[in-house]
């Protein structure tokens, strides 16, 4: 596996393919984040703006082979293997895109709550942004794992069912990553810093299932 996690991570560097989310997740957070906002507001935007962009990456890593070099991983070590790789890679490059930006959020932002007036513990506040950033990078691996071959074949049906379900994962009560970012964001109203546990735990439980079913698929269905 740790072969293959290489191999991935190289086709995805010099692909470049991987510029476009992060870029994308730049601008996000050009737009929403601030020099001195409040702390939790910014680590709760950055954490939110990762979900798409870790669902986009999956798409990318599924797809980034041609058919005969897919073909050929997946006889060496199994279908199932091969695109655990891909969505590993995706998950794990998501993860390193949010640590970086937690970091500069941290640094450009101000450790208080919504009123400016009370102060918030930084350390604590980053390790909540960084479980919520693990949750957002975990349920957006899930919904790319679902929108993307070998689930969904067609483009035309895959992108718009991967825009429309990490708007689902980010405003629907109920879903892990919305716990985890109203946590972060209401907590900047009583400078109030909630680690988002369950969440996090539920995000993992999804992801595991969600890319477990799609591995399982590829075993079933060929390129």
């Known amino acids: 596996m740790t072969a293959l996690l290489r191999y991935q991570s190289a086709l995805l560097v010099r692909s470049q393919r991987w510029l476009p989310p992060f870029l994308l997740y730049a601008v996000f957070l050009g737009v929403g984040v601030q020099g001195g906002q409040p702390l939790l507001d910014s680590l709760g ?24 070099a897919r073909t050929v991983v997946a006889a060496a070590v199994g279908p ?22 937690t970091a500069l959020v941290t ?32 349920l957006g691996a899930a919904v790319g794992a679902l929108t993307a071959w070998p689930v969904l074949r067609s483009p035309g049906r895959a992108v718009p069912a991967l825009l429309l379900a990490a708007l689902l994962a980010l405003v629907v009560s109920g879903s892990p990553a ?36 799609a591995c399982a698929l590829t075993s079933r269905r060929s390129p």
């Open 45 to 68: 935007y950055t954490a939110a703006f990762l979900l798409p962009v870790a669902a986009w990456l999956v798409r990318i890593c599924v797809s980034n082979e041609p058919p005969a």
């Open 80 to 101: 199932a293997r091969a695109h655990l790789a891909c969505v590993l890679v995706a998950l794990s490059a998501a993860a390193a895109f949010g640590v970086a930006a």
């Open 107 to 138: 640094f450009v932002s101000d450790p208080v709550g919504s009123d400016h007036q009370r102060r918030v513990p930084v350390l604590d506040a980053v390790g909540a942004g960084l479980l919520a950033v693990l949750t957002c990078a975990l």
């Open 178 to 213: 919305h716990a985890a970012v109203s946590g972060l964001v209401g907590g900047s109203r009583t400078a109030t810093v909630h680690l988002p546990l369950w969440p996090t735990a539920a995000a993992a439980l999804l992801g595991a299932a969600a890319i477990a079913a």
